[in-house]
């Protein structure tokens, strides 16, 4: 129990960290166009667990690296995970008119601004992680390793190659192996990257860097089951617990899939594996460990 | 008019090889979710001037610098431009239906398709960049200033906020000075990145890349002169030339601002200065020289 309240406490200073910096890398001047400014910050600024970046410094921390050069990383993956946010919202792709309880972008800056504001957060992420190697001039390797990792898991090969296997599969009932591919690119290819920037700015060895590939692949799953499960039991609770357990949207699920009760035990699993694969740390990956259960028993 | 064939013909070799490059970047298997890949090819391969990667190689050649280093950048460069183009010509921005005498990218594979596909490009520009400077090793700091300066020109401070101020000046007024500043940031920018890419890839000296700026300047402005004259001499011809000098839309141009006169006087003073850039690199900028005038007697 002591343990749960430090880590929750460590999660928010994490969090505080984030926030503040970057609140930094939105400083702009009120010129013409300007308000693209004002549509980035918009959503960049409506809350959200911090999830990804809070992993890429918790990981560099626990390998002692720099908590300056991996700041900027961290902040590049909100960039990238609000982006997508964004553009998912728009009309042409999901149309939904509220996230994390506000009006979506386009709702409050129109289709066209937020299509600019996702794209300009997606260059944005690039030019602070860009900046920030050619500043430091050293460690250049490191930078390098972080941002390919990021960048082949965000585009055409990872994220959005699940956004579009996800679209494609609206309406239509898609294999097991197809739904974890599907899921492993569009929420785990930028989970797995964030674990791997804190890998390679921490200056990971090749074992401790497999051991947190693995990390991530599990807690990605996870992340991605307990999304699945708390969809099925808030339509349920809606519908009066009458409609069994295609209450969902008729997409397919991890819970379409296998049942509730095996969802559950997936779930489980994939978080012991994902604490089991961070033996080799001992003490020092406490964290992580909490972080792979808050994932499992989180309520949002 | 020897100097100009020679010229078309190391143009047209310039774009063979941008084009075969191209190609080799757009490699993909054909399991769930590869339609992405489709979606960017069509686009990407959709003809066009490939002014920007033509740009970025021919400057680096001239400073000798190396071909195999700067071709990930010359076509990161029109994946870029590329992506810009596809979700401009969105129903939400210009909702056209043609670019290039084909039908806009959301015309053949639907809006949520093309915003992907955009999003997609702008990322795999960052990620052939990146892979390229890992893969080689050497050379950092040049790769990412050719990087740092593409990042810089395309995002919320260079052709995206461009892109926000035409957005947001449809059906107003503008000054000359925030016209200047919209074109400057919509065209000029990545036109600049081009060029200066190029000049980092290649190693210019600091007196080098200050002349190459001021080159990439000029060629900007002329480029954007040249796009408002060519809109108007097309309106004044379909309307069998009774409309007058506003028969372009209603937005603010180069020729609605100065007169059709001044507006060509300005063009042929953009590219004279932009020669005149090139002065310190004598016959060795032969190619650049040509391209301004190019640039001015193009007819698309």
Chains 1, 2 share one sequence.
Request: one cysteine or more; a negative charge.
């Amino acid at each position: 129990m002591a343990l749960m309240t430090d880590f929750k406490t460590e999660y928010s200073n994490y969090v505080k960290i984030v926030n503040d910096t970057l609140a930094g890398y939105l400083q702009f001047d009120d010129g013409p166009g300007s308000n693209i400014y004002n549509a980035m910050k918009y959503s960049l600024t409506a809350g959200g667990k911090r999830l990804r970046p809070v992993l890429a410094i918790s990981v560099c921390d626990m390998l002692g690296g720099s908590r300056q050069d991996v700041l900027p990383f961290a902040c590049a993956l909100e960039m990238i995970h609000t982006y997508s946010l964004i553009h998912d919202d728009l009309p042409a792709m999901d149309n939904d008119d509220y996230r994390r309880g506000m009006p979506t972008n386009h709702k409050v800056f129109g289709e066209a601004m937020a299509i600019l504001a996702g794209d300009a957060l997606l260059n944005k992420a690039y030019e602070i992680m860009i900046s920030h190697m050619l500043k430091r001039g050293e460690h250049t390797k490191a930078f390098a390793k972080a941002m390919d990792v990021i960048a082949s898991n965000a585009g055409a090969d990872g994220m959005i190659r699940g956004q579009t296997i996800d679209m494609e599969s609206e309406g239509r009932t898609i294999s097991g192996q197809t739904l974890e591919y599907m899921h492993r690119c569009k929420t785990g290819a930028l989970i797995k990257a964030s674990v791997l920037a804190g890998a390679s700015i921490g200056n990971a060895t090749s074992s401790e860097y497999d051991s947190l590939a693995k990390y991530a692949d599990c807690i990605g799953l996870a992340f991605q089951i307990k999304d699945d499960i708390m969809d099925v039991k808030s339509s349920l609770e809606q519908m009066g617990k009458q409609a069994g357990s295609d209450a969902a949207s008729n997409k397919t699920t991890y819970v379409t899939m296998f049942g509730l009760d095996k969802a559950e035990q997936l779930l489980d699993e994939s978080v012991e594996s994902a604490a089991a694969a961070l033996e080799c740390f001992g003490n020092r990956a406490a964290f992580l460990r909490e972080l792979a259960f808050y994932i499992r028993d989180r309520k949002n």
